[in-house]
């Protein structure tokens, strides 16, 4: 252990144990996750490994880490997927612990499991609670042994159509598809009558092997228009247990969060307590360590249902770290090393409101399709009260081969009406030219009235958005987007990737070529 | 007087932009409306526009023969517009034979092909399903007809610009 006094010793860090703190961890994921681990490693004395595809040789991650292993090709099987090639990296680089990010092998057991028998340190819970909560129906049985309320769904996954036949008719339609092995939306389906439940169970096992490598599913009661309220814990290895309240992720596309918030709008004290009270209580009984999530669906009388543990950072951790104070990233790594939590219950409070945009390289206009491809410009928002995590940088190619996510765009301000303003600012000021982006829609929810009233639910997307990018203001900016590329053309006719002006004879101005063309003579404008 | 139209593509649409130089400021017509700005370039890439007591600030940049225009949080692809101003620009192009093209909306990786030449398909029949950054994209067919061509295969990774399909349209 070689951590210099100067990094370790001031007043507000946390006495670690000399010798206890890793030299090295890696890194095993891409994009901003991997980059806000680099950071805090860095941040904490710690040397970081970054792993990398064919596909990610130049990316981010690679760039700030401080050693970099290729871990082989571009699909993700046999890169981030591949165990046996990361554990390798590990023990060749000589880190003695490995943070899985959010996704690929963060919720997988036998990654855990691996990790244990290699005695390299998993920074995340125990293969055993890990294996307990990623079996969703194995975890509803313990939740609900613990008497937390659960959804109502089937006891198990099946692969017999008439199984899933008899199961949806007992419980009514509408029911959800769901993967066993799932999160982040894939492998969920919406089946609203018999017809529709072949195909989404097919489409929902397809994507659930494809996700996770498991393609068993099963159904469950589909709730209309909850909110996605979840609370935050953290769990040290001898026991110690706080909550960091919630954040509410209601505002979903395709079941996936778009945007966080914390606090949630709709919990009072009193709810909000017997939420987090529910979330250490599903903790213990999942014998859970490190940091994770408690998911509940909120219903519209506000009876709240356990929906699943997320065990990993989750992608929308930095709104809890603004609110609460407390960096999660940090936290988890000290726990991992066996230091018991310094944070105690009494001391933790909310502060404030904080909120944060996913920004993922997707086409609104066109239901969100994928939008791969060059990053031609790219210009972070700054001001008081805003943060960027992430993964991109201008001229880098986004890689057809993983989740879509660029970045989040993290808000804090002193109340929610003041967050929602910095937050339309910010996306406004978020520029980045190539792709299309989450970013402008975005900006568009936070603007709607409904969402500055706070009711927010999983509906909310289809129900106010059912289209967008038309109206009078996209209009007026799109005028605004031409007259610039005519000035732009007739200022600087030779832009870096345009052909030279070509030579015209009587004309005072120079000729522009690169764009459009220019009918000679300037004949009198119309409507004058 | 320096004023000049420029023409334009922007989201399928042909768009003329008339540009008079006034010296201190630049009036810009796009049909029945005008806009008179003080415009300073701040660099190659960003662009302020004074008018009516706001700045609006623009960003842009040129990228493979297109302008991209990025105008408080909204994004705008501008190109050059073709010669012989077709009127309709968006959707799948036809062949010489009449048939239709059928092109995927994303680049990605066909990961199902649920159809081969000689079928008959009906009108929003799935006909094939492209995979692109772990999301699933179903590409049905626009009409009811026959499939004539099949360029691609499973495992293929296509781009959104060659035909996958052609299908015949029934009559």
Not at chain 1, 101 to 130: M, Q, T, V
Not at chain 1, 456 to 475: D, L
């Amino acid at each position: 252990m070689t951590r210099s006094p100067d990094r370790s010793a001031g007043p507000k860090s946390r006495p670690v144990k000399k010798g206890a703190m890793f030299e090295k961890i890696l890194i095993a994921n891409r994009g901003e996750i991997a980059v806000r681990v680099i950071r805090a490693c860095r941040e904490m004395g710690i040397r970081s490994v970054a792993v990398y595809s064919e596909a990610d040789a130049r990316s981010l991650h690679v760039q700030l880490a401080d050693e970099a292993v290729p871990i082989g090709p571009a699909p993700a099987v046999d890169s981030y997927l591949d165990m046996g090639r990361i554990v390798e990296a590990a023990q060749r680089s000589g880190a003695r612990a490995i943070h899985p990010g959010y996704g690929f092998l963060a919720e997988n057991p036998d990654f855990a499991r691996l990790c244990e028998k290699e005695k390299l340190i998993f920074i995340g819970p125990n293969s055993a609670a890990l294996a307990l909560v990623g079996d969703k129906v194995r975890a509803r049985q313990t939740m609900e042994e613990a008497g937390i309320p659960t959804i109502p769904g089937m006891k198990s996954a099946s692969r017999l159509p008439e199984e899933f036949r008899a199961a949806a008719r007992s419980l009514g339609y509408p029911v959800m598809v769901k993967a066993s092995a799932g999160g982040g939306g894939k492998g969920m389906r919406i089946v609203h009558d018999e017809k529709g439940l072949a195909p989404a169970l097919e489409a929902g096992m397809r994507e659930a092997k494809s996700s996770f490598g498991d393609d068993s599913v099963f159904l469950e009661k589909y709730i209309v228009e909850p909110r996605h309220v979840e609370f935050q814990v953290l769990a040290d290895n001898a026991g110690g247990m706080v909550h960091l309240f919630e954040r509410e992720c209601s505002i979903q596309r395709r079941h996936q969060k778009i945007l966080e918030e914390a606090p949630s709008p709709a919990l009072g004290p009193e709810l909000r307590m017997k939420m987090a009270e529910t979330a250490i209580k599903a903790m213990r009984a999942a014998g859970y360590n490190n940091a994770g999530t408690v998911e509940f669906l909120l219903d519209p009388d506000r009876r709240f249902y356990f929906l699943e543990v997320n065990a990993r950072l989750q992608v929308e951790h930095p709104i809890t770290e603004l609110v609460v104070g407390v960096d999660l990233v940090r936290q988890q790594i000290l726990m991992a090393s066996g230091a018991k939590l310094s944070l105690r219950q009494e001391d933790l409070h909310q502060r404030g409101h904080a909120i944060e945009c996913r920004i993922y390289a997707e086409d609104p206009k066109t239901n969100f399709l994928p939008s791969p491809g060059r990053i031609a410009f790219l210009r972070e928002p700054k001001g008081p009260g805003i943060r960027f995590d992430s993964g991109i940088f201008e001229g880098w190619d986004v890689p057809v081969h993983y989740d879509p996510i660029l970045g989040k765009l993290i808000v804090w301000a002193e109340d929610r009406e003041a967050a929602c303003r910095r937050m339309s600012a910010a996306l406004d000021d978020c520029v980045i030219l190539g792709i299309h982006t989450t970013a402008g829609f975005l900006r568009d929810v936070v603007d709607h009235p409904e969402f500055r009233s706070g009711r927010t639910t999983t509906a909310f997307i289809g129900k106010h958005f059912p289209s967008w990018g038309t109206g009078v203001e996209e209009e007026e900016k799109e005028r605004l987007a031409l007259a610039a590329a005519a000035f732009d053309a007739l200022t600087q006719p030779a832009g870096p990737a345009s052909v030279p002006p070509r030579e015209t004879k009587g004309q005072n101005v120079t000729p522009w070529t690169a764009l459009g063309r220019w009918r000679a003579g300037g004949h009198e404008p119309h409507g004058v | 007087m320096n004023l000049m139209e420029f023409e334009f593509l922007v989201d399928g649409a042909i768009r003329t932009i008339g540009l008079e130089n006034r010296g201190r400021t630049f009036v810009f017509r796009d049909g029945e409306n005008v806009l008179e700005a003080d415009v300073r370039r701040v660099s190659a890439n960003e662009l302020l526009f004074h008018f009516g007591g706001r700045t609006a600030r623009i960003y842009l940049t040129r990228d493979a023969g297109r302008t991209l225009v990025s105008v408080a949080g909204r994004e705008f692809i501008v190109t050059e517009a073709p010669q012989g101003h077709a009127t309709s620009l968006k959707g799948d192009e036809k062949t010489s034979e009449g048939n239709l093209r059928i092109k995927a909306p994303m680049p990605g990786k066909v990961i199902k092909l649920s159809v081969g030449e000689g079928d008959e398909v009906r009108r929003n029949q799935t006909l094939l399903i492209v995979e692109a950054m772990k999301m699933e994209n179903e590409i049905q067919s626009p009409v009811d007809g026959m499939i004539k061509k099949v360029h691609t295969a499973v495992g293929d990774f296509v781009d959104s610009e060659k035909p996958l399909i052609e299908i015949e349209a029934k009559k």
